[in-house]
């Protein structure tokens, strides 16, 4: 198995500018997480997907970013427009029916 | 409040040095808790899963215990490479959700 696959590894951008991260997770997982990463406030969930349909998305800090799971095997997280205080690590994950959570290399996002 | 809290921050050995990182947690409900190993520039790789009090799992140099209100993570005679942050996070019955910790640092000295 390839495991759960995001794009792009590396984001650099400027403030205002739209950011689209990309993740496929691990086939046959049904439920996906979409996380952020830094070093003040460690790993935050930001939405969780259970069979393509959003369950929670309290996480998201603010209406600049969404996120959508079209199909099992694709979902993206945008943010629009990007601003400074946005970069971080975003990573997704994807559970097995065990509970466990199998994450992604990530997407580091810097805006300037 | 549901809380996990991890210690030390971070923890210097040298090459087979053995020692424990602490995870303490306070939740309503454990439905498990687990054991993650993040290397820089990568995502957390999971590690255990523990479900119960007493406990135990074991991979290699490393084994993880559980009682009702922290989990250790040992680790025997550590080389270099099990250099990485550990995190650990909790899963409560009530909730898809996983509580994350905020990790041990851990470098390991030849």
């Known amino acids: 198995d390839a495991g759960v696959i995001q794009s792009p590894r590396h984001e650099v951008t400027e403030m205002g500018q739209e950011v689209t991260l990309r993740c496929k997770p691990i086939s046959g997982h049904n439920s996906l997480f979409w996380y952020r990463q830094t070093m003040m406030r460690g790993l935050e969930l930001l939405i969780y997907f259970n069979n393509n349909v959003p369950i929670d998305d309290s996480g998201m800090p603010e209406d600049r970013f969404s996120a959508k799971m079209p199909n099992a095997s694709f979902s993206t997280l945008k943010i629009q427009p990007s601003e400074p205080r946005d970069s971080a690590v975003y990573f997704c994950?994807?559970?097995?029916?065990?509970?466990?959570?199998?994450f992604g290399e990530g997407s580091r996002l810097t805006v300037l | 409040e549901d809380q996990v809290t991890q210690s030390p921050e971070a923890l210097r050995l040298q090459e087979g040095e053995s020692s424990s990182l602490n995870c303490s947690y306070t939740?309503?409900?454990?439905?498990?808790l687990f054991w993650y190993r993040q290397d820089p520039g990568k995502g957390p790789e999971f590690l255990f899963t523990?479900?119960?009090a007493g406990e135990e799992k074991e991979k290699e140099r490393l084994k993880a215990t559980l009682t009702k209100k922290e989990s250790f993570l040992h680790i025997t005679a550590p080389k270099p490479e099990d250099s990485a942050t550990y995190l650990c996070?909790?899963?409560?019955?009530?909730?898809?959700?996983?509580?994350f910790g905020s990790g041990t640092r851990l470098l390991v000295r030849p």
């Open positions: 523990l479900y119960s």
């Open positions: 996070a909790v899963g409560m019955d009530s909730s898809y959700k996983l509580i």
């Open positions: 939740v309503s409900g454990l439905r498990g």
């Open positions: 994950a994807s559970r097995s029916l065990a509970g466990e959570l199998f």
